[in-house]
């Protein structure tokens, strides 16, 4: 059975960072693309940033573009996702996913099979 995990959200004031991760368990997490997308109250789950299975391609929407960064440890099976200069629109809940594909532009929610359950990030003005 897959399982994600991600942790690592908090609060902080805009200007702030935060590192979130995310560990995989119950597949081989080296096969497979994976990305975090988020949430905020009352809009749909949007997409925020995706890395191949060996970590060559990156992709990342354009308002996070320059903050954030995704990066993957293939042999701890950890996603990560860096996030610097936050600002109160960066809000939400971060949900890791896991790709049926080693790589490929998918930015839909539909695109991934496998989500952890959730981290709040808030941000303060």
């Known amino acids: 059975q897959v399982r994600l995990v991600d942790t690592g959200g908090g609060s902080v004031q805009a200007g702030g960072s935060l590192n979130l991760s995310c560990v995989s368990t119950?597949?081989?997490?080296?096969?497979?693309?994976m990305a975090w997308f988020r949430q905020a109250p009352g809009k749909e789950r949007e997409f925020v940033a995706r890395?191949?299975?060996?970590?060559?391609?990156?992709d990342y929407s354009d308002s996070v573009k320059g903050r954030f960064t995704i990066a993957r440890d293939n042999h701890e099976s950890t996603l990560f996702l860096r996030m610097k200069n936050l600002e109160p629109e960066d809000t939400g809940v971060y949900y890791c996913?896991?790709?049926?594909?080693?790589?490929?532009?998918?930015?839909?929610?539909?695109?991934?099979?496998?989500w952890g359950q959730g981290t709040q990030v808030t941000v303060s003005s």
């Open positions: 996913a896991g790709g049926r594909t080693r790589g490929g532009v998918h930015r839909s929610p539909g695109d991934y099979d496998y």
């Open positions: 119950g597949r081989t997490f080296s096969y497979y693309q």
């Open positions: 890395i191949n299975y060996i970590g060559t391609d990156k």
